[in-house]
């Protein structure tokens, strides 16, 4: 590298790194940062607990050691093991807090972005009230905290006993229970639970009608959830809860792992019940409002359509017959066109394609 | 795998050997020497110094993830807005008229989501084994790179690719009307490793494969299958899987139908029973014309689309050399023949196969030919080395009426008209 270039080079670092303090320094864009941590935290005069601890003078402080604050018992046991909110710590917490902690109360799911984390501290140290911010706390924890976290090298993990390459290890029995939410035809899976179709209607208004439509009739091209009653030959069929579906199982299936659209997860089993018993209703399948569908009478309640699938028999269409095509002197005459795509113009045009940015 | 090199007999290969380039050469040239003269002024792009001629470009790091060139801007995936309701539960189309040869760039793959796209740490993903095995079990991604790796070259198509055309032609392009169709090598780990590691019971017939995406994607797979040819894959085209087809992990399900590639793939599930979840029963179900639905249609049958030229890619050039080129894939195994008409079927000739032939694998067929200017109607059609055969479009309405939706694999004609332009058409 050339003198001057390297001149140049070291230039531009200085200028680099100096930006970026200033930037980390920046307490105003903290501002905005802490938009995201008020609903749970204070900090500044007059700061009091809410459902989280106030955080005025936490730089310096032993974590969970507010009195009074109710901390959950995993970080009161780090406060205990000496770990003291600095800089570094604080910035691997607010990065991914269940984490660094594994079973803190605090249900916030971290800040991303590195300039958001510096602007947060920057905020929090500029507004900070009493406590006691020592100049040294930033750092000085440290090496407590590394005697605190032994880590298991490499050479010292025991290779587990299961399987043949011994790879993985035993999932626990909540953690099954947690993921394993599938239920079948046979109810298998099923939760203890029950819902009554009035009870339904509440959850389906609240929750579905506004892409389901009112009584399940589709708003747009979200899907149908009701009628359609024998319209599967028609020439366009409408296949509905009602009309096509085989098990009411996959209702209540689909509905706790993937309803409502966009947040997923967030019924409870007796809603879900209630819920089916409503789609129930609305297909006309169950007419009295205070019928109660409940994990003992669900596997009673069969869909008017199952017997109408059979399994896959391509193999045995007419054409598959054929095993040497012909080659020459196919079809008499010339083509006729029958069908143009241009008549129905529904292409997109290209020119609104997306670029490649 | 496989052979490298194709050896099907084709009527339209050009034989060139050391005489016919050195005399042959005297032949054309005469006919290139005239074209020169006829132009009435000289190219200035040749006469003329360029600007990338005589300046500097872009140094290395310019782009640390190179990007295609800006001229390459319409090499990009589609939308059909008014297929879909939002563009979270929604499909893009792989623009196959922009492409050669048989593997997809990862950028333009077709997208199909049912809950978007799921944005996963790979440290923060886990894959859960349970059910009927010995022991449920708990991978990280650090344990799934710890076993055998294969590396495996497969086509993923959507059961309802093509199944805009039932009732007729209605997209112009082969971009929207064979679109949902990608070709990746996948590296990954052959499943029934992964699942040996549970232990599964003799009890267990089914499997049910399951993503961690906002709309838990859940199919149920017959063991059998599963441990055949399966594989639980984290990389594709040699990079980690693009977040939107599964980041970090993706289930490969060689031949059958997309949605049984579970993206995000969090939990593999033994049981002795299907699970009749709602992509096998309400969706991904078959309706025939007299109101009974096939359930289980996994398989992608045999199926060939001409790319170019194509309603997005007409003829720019005049009357003669053309080159015709397309893609022939089957779930069954690898494709043996495509034939190619230009009269409409009257008339079929053995398209030339090039490049790597894979089991389940996309495959490039080209017809070179001269074109006198006047209309065409192009078509192909398949065979694999199972002896199936690619129906016409008539032959499945035949058998199905227009109501299945799903797998519509019957041969494609493109009208090619005087001037050069491509229209998606059905002919009598």
């Keep these: 590298m050339s003198k001057f270039l390297k001149a140049a080079f070291l230039a531009l670092t200085v200028f680099c790194l100096s930006a970026s303090l200033a930037s980390a320094q920046d307490a105003k864009a903290g501002a905005k940062v802490f938009k995201k941590c008020r609903s749970c935290h204070t900090i500044g005069e007059g700061a009091k607990n809410k459902v989280g601890p106030h955080l005025n003078g936490m730089f310096g402080r032993t974590a969970g050691s507010i009195e009074g604050f109710k901390y959950s018992k995993a970080m009161r046991a780090r406060g205990a093991d000496g ?102 035809p046979d109810g298998k899976g099923l939760p203890v639970g029950s819902g009554k179709v009035s009870d339904g209607e509440v959850v389906y208004n609240e929750n579905c009608a506004r892409c389901h439509g009112d009584f399940g009739e589709g708003i747009g091209r979200w899907p149908i959830l009701a009628g ?8 366009r069929p409408e296949k509905t809860i009602g009309s096509f579906w085989p098990y009411l199982s996959t209702v209540f299936d689909y509905v706790r792992r993937a309803m409502p659209f966009g947040s997923a997860r967030s019924l409870n089993d007796n809603d879900i019940y209630a819920l089916t018993a409503y789609l129930l209703f609305l297909n ?67 020119k609104e394609g997306e670029s490649v940015e | 795998m496989s052979d490298n090199k194709n050896t099907t007999p084709a009527s339209n290969d050009v034989k060139l050997g050391r005489r016919q380039l050195l005399a042959g050469g005297l032949a054309t040239g005469g006919i290139a020497a005239a074209t020169t003269i006829a132009a009435a002024a000289s190219d200035p792009l040749i006469t003329e110094v360029q600007d990338w001629n005589r300046y500097l470009g872009d140094g290395v790091d310019a782009s640390p993830y190179g990007k295609p060139s800006e001229y390459e801007k319409d090499t990009v995936r589609r939308n059909v807005a008014w297929l879909t309701a939002d563009t979270q539960s929604s499909i893009n189309f792989t623009p196959l008229h922009k492409l050669d040869g ?131 894959a984290f990389k594709m085209n040699g990079e980690s899987l693009r977040p939107e087809q599964g980041y970090p992990l993706r289930l490969v399900v060689p031949g059958w139908e997309g949605n049984m590639w579970i993206k995000w793939l969090r939990r593999l599930e033994i049981g002795d029973k299907a699970w009749y979840q709602r992509e096998e029963t309400s969706k991904y179900t078959d309706l025939m014309e007299n109101g009974i639905a096939r359930s289980f249609t996994w398989a992608m049958d045999v199926k060939s689309v001409i790319t170019n030229p194509s309603p997005q890619a007409p003829i720019t050039h005049g009357k003669g050399r053309t080159v015709l080129t397309g893609l022939a894939w089957s779930g069954h195994g690898k494709i043996s023949r495509v034939d190619v008409t230009i009269d409409g079927g009257r008339n079929w000739k053995t398209a030339r196969l090039d490049g790597p032939s894979f089991s389940r694998s996309l495959h490039r067929f080209y017809y070179d030919f001269d074109w006198d ?56």
């Design chain 1, 83 to 184: 770990l003291v909110w600095n800089n570094q710590n604080f910035i691997e917490f607010i990065t991914k807090p269940k984490k660094f902690i594994k079973k803190t109360r605090m249900g916030f799911g971290g800040l991303r972005k590195e300039k958001d984390r510096l602007n947060l501290i920057a905020f929090l140290k500029a507004q900070s009230v009493g406590g006691k911010a020592s100049p040294a706390a930033d750092g000085s924890a440290k090496n407590e905290e590394t005697k605190t976290q032994t880590k298991l090298l490499a050479k010292d993990v025991p290779v587990p006993s299961h399987g043949i390459l011994h790879l993985g290890r035993l999932a626990q029995l909540d953690e099954v229970a947690a993921w394993d939410i599938d239920i079948r």
């Design chain 1, 228 to 235: 359609g009653h024998d319209t599967l030959t028609d020439e």
């Design chain 2, 102 to 232: 048989i593997i997809t760039p990862n950028g333009v793959c077709f997208e199909r989501h049912h809950g978007g796209v799921a944005v996963i740490d790979p440290a923060d993903h886990r894959l859960m084994i349970n059910g009927l095995v010995d022991n449920p079990i708990v991978f990280t991604m650090d344990d799934i790179m710890r076993f055998p790796r294969e590396n495996r070259t497969y086509f993923l198509e959507c059961a309802a690719n093509s199944g805009m055309e039932w009732r007729g032609s209605q997209l112009n392009g082969c971009q929207f009307t064979h679109g949902m169709v990608h070709n990746c090598m996948y590296t990954g780990v052959p499943l029934k490793y992964i699942l040996a590691e549970a232990g599964i019971k003799t009890a267990g017939k089914w499997l049910l494969a399951e993503g961690a995406d906002a709309s838990a994607m859940s199919r149920s797979i017959p063991l059998d299958k599963a441990l055949d040819d399966c594989m639980v």
């Design chain 1, 284 to 350: 006309d399948i169950v007419e009295d409002e205070d019928f109660v569908l409940s994990k003992e009478n669900f596997t009673s309640i069969h869909l008017p359509n199952e017997k109408n699938f059979i399994a896959d028999n391509r193999k045995d269409e007419a054409h598959r017959a054929i095993k040497e095509p012909c080659m020459s002197d196919c079809v008499a005459g010339s083509p006729k066109v029958v069908s143009r795509a241009r008549a129905l113009d529904v292409t997109p045009d290209a």
């Design chain 2, 373 to 428: 200017g006047s209309e065409l109607f192009v078509q192909s059609r398949a065979i694999d080395d199972q002896g199936n055969v690619q129906p016409t479009k008539d032959q499945l309405r035949a058998a199905r009426g227009v109501s299945s939706i799903y797998h519509n694999n019957g041969i494609q004609t493109w009208q090619i008209n005087p001037d050069g332009s491509a229209e998606n058409v059905e002919i009598s």
